[in-house]
């Protein structure tokens, strides 16, 4: 079965620019979207298609796509973006698959 | 506005069955495929099945396959899971979600419409 793996946990300072990766074989061939998670509530997507924002979705958050791994950076984080983050794709024989979860601390 | 509600939620004895319904309004429910997807306490996302926007299509992961069913009811812009032989790792609260986009390619484009979650929880 297909996976995606995100590190457990990412910490950035405000103001500083925070990245989360997400590695996954061909990930590359693939899209991947990413959705941001606070505590109690549901998810909320971030990005799609690799590098699209949503409307409504802040223009410090974008994300690429290079080989193996995507990444969500967030430029000049802000403390309101302290959440569980999570990356996603689809593939033709898992369908759709989540990774693991990153825990972005902003301290 | 655009709005899932999930509901059925509940504790339930190993084995037994439970079904979920999410009520959908805001938009063009016939045109959409949806998904469902559930989160374990304390865990993260994991994908549980999906529908396709004529129920024609249904796709689960393997570790419901055979123990759930996804279905849709257009005339009551309502999605169900019926859940049986529950195990304790069923655990979790399910959301309901809308793809980003309605035509072909909507697995690129992402879940933009999350319900609030209902908690389900297998406990003797």
Same mark, same amino acid.
């Given at each position: 079965? #297909? ?10 300072? %405000? @103001? ?14 693939? #899209? ?6 606070? %505590?109690?509530?549901? %998810? &909320?997507?971030?990005? #799609?298609?690799?590098?699209?924002? %949503? ?7 974008? @994300?690429?796509?290079? @080989? ?10 802000? &403390?309101?973006?302290?959440?569980? #983050? ?22 | ?85 529950? *195990? ?9 979600? *809308? ?26």
């Amino acid at each position: 079965s #297909y996976e995606l793996t995100q590190p457990p946990s990412v910490a950035v300072s %405000p @103001g500083q620019t925070a990245s989360i990766t997400c590695s996954g074989d061909k990930l590359g061939d693939k #899209y991947a979207c990413w959705y941001q998670q606070k %505590p109690g509530q549901s %998810p &909320v997507l971030v990005i #799609y298609r690799d590098s699209r924002r %949503p409307s409504g979705i802040p223009e410090r958050f974008s @994300g690429s796509n290079s @080989g193996t791994t995507v990444t969500l950076t967030i430029s000049g984080t802000q &403390v309101m973006d302290e959440a569980d #983050y999570y990356c996603q794709a689809w593939d033709s024989s898992t369908y759709v698959v989540f990774g693991g979860g990153t825990k972005l601390t902003v301290l | 506005q655009v709005q899932l509600v999930e509901s059925g939620g509940g504790v339930v004895q190993p084995g037994r069955s439970l079904r979920l319904s999410c009520a959908a309004s805001g938009f063009p429910f016939i045109t959409y495929a949806m998904h469902w997807v559930r989160q374990a306490p304390g865990k993260g996302l994991e994908w549980v099945a999906t529908i396709s926007f004529d129920g024609s299509k249904n796709l689960y992961a393997d570790s419901v396959k055979g123990r759930f069913s996804i279905s849709r009811d257009i005339s009551k812009n309502t999605l169900y899971l019926q859940m049986n032989s529950l *195990r304790n790792g069923d655990t979790a609260v399910y959301y309901c979600a *809308r793809p980003k986009n309605s035509g072909s390619d909507m697995w690129n484009y992402g879940m933009d419409v999350w319900g609030q979650g209902t908690t389900v929880t297998v406990s003797s």
